[in-house]
């Protein structure tokens, strides 16, 4: 009965519980792996913009800013808000770069909202699963009076199967939303201390 412990072998064994988890496991998969490729991304954008952003202002004032952040990227985006309200003063520099950068941080947390509910929801489809395999396991038995354990084998490896893959699902999942979760955090305070340092810089020139 548990000769063949292969991959498909255990997703017959499983049931459809075990199909579904499956897929929530490939979809988790494939968000964290696009996470990490934009949480880059965006992390390289701003370490390697805001130096020269800074140094443009410092030594060209506020028209060489003006001209680097014509280039395409987060951090462009944020001070390009703030260079566009300088005539407004200091107050609108700073809420027009604190707006942009809640949409930046927005665009961070896309998806991470399908990590949350894949952790969340997997342990409960794998119970689910046991709950339909023990059921199959008394159905047997019954069905079979006086029958041996091999009998009910098959409704307790898919209660068994079911539960284990929902654990194997849900806490990567976990592990990546808190992960994540932490790196908005920790990025927003990058842009947030560098934004207010810009504006700094910005109307020191006057």
């Known amino acids: 009965m548990f000769d063949n412990l292969g991959f498909m072998a255990l997703l017959q064994k499983g049931g459809i519980?075990?199909?579904?988890?499956?897929?929530?496991?490939?979809?988790?998969?494939?968000?964290?792996?696009?996470?990490?490729?934009?949480?880059?991304?965006?992390?390289?954008?701003?370490?390697?913009?805001?130096?020269?952003?800074?140094?443009?202002?410092?030594?060209?004032?506020?028209?060489?800013a003006s001209a680097i952040c014509e280039?395409?990227?987060?951090?462009?985006?944020?001070?390009?808000?703030?260079?566009?309200?300088?005539?407004?003063?200091k107050t609108a520099v700073g809420e027009a770069m604190e707006l942009a950068a809640r949409q930046e941080i927005l665009s961070l947390e896309k998806y991470l909202g399908i990590l949350g509910t894949i952790g969340s929801t997997a342990p409960f489809v794998g119970l689910f699963g046991t709950v339909l395999g023990i059921i199959r396991a008394f159905h047997d038995l019954a069905a079979a009076e006086g029958a041996g354990p091999s009998v009910v084998a098959d409704g307790i490896a898919e209660a068994l199967i079911a539960t284990a893959m929902g654990l194997f699902v849900a806490v990567p999942a976990v592990i990546a939303y808190n992960y994540f979760t932490r790196k908005v955090n920790s990025l927003s305070l990058d842009i947030e201390t560098s934004a207010a340092e810009f504006a700094d810089l910005l109307f020191e020139e006057k």
Do not use: D
Not at 21 to 40: D, N, Q
């Open 17 to 64: 519980t075990v199909v579904v988890l499956a897929c929530f496991s490939i979809l988790s998969a494939g968000v964290m792996m696009e996470r990490l490729w934009t949480f880059s991304k965006f992390k390289k954008a701003l370490r390697t913009f805001l130096p020269g952003a800074k140094k443009a202002l410092k030594h060209g004032g506020r028209e060489a």
């Open 71 to 89: 280039v395409e990227g987060p951090a462009a985006r944020i001070f390009r808000e703030g260079l566009s309200k300088y005539k407004e003063g």
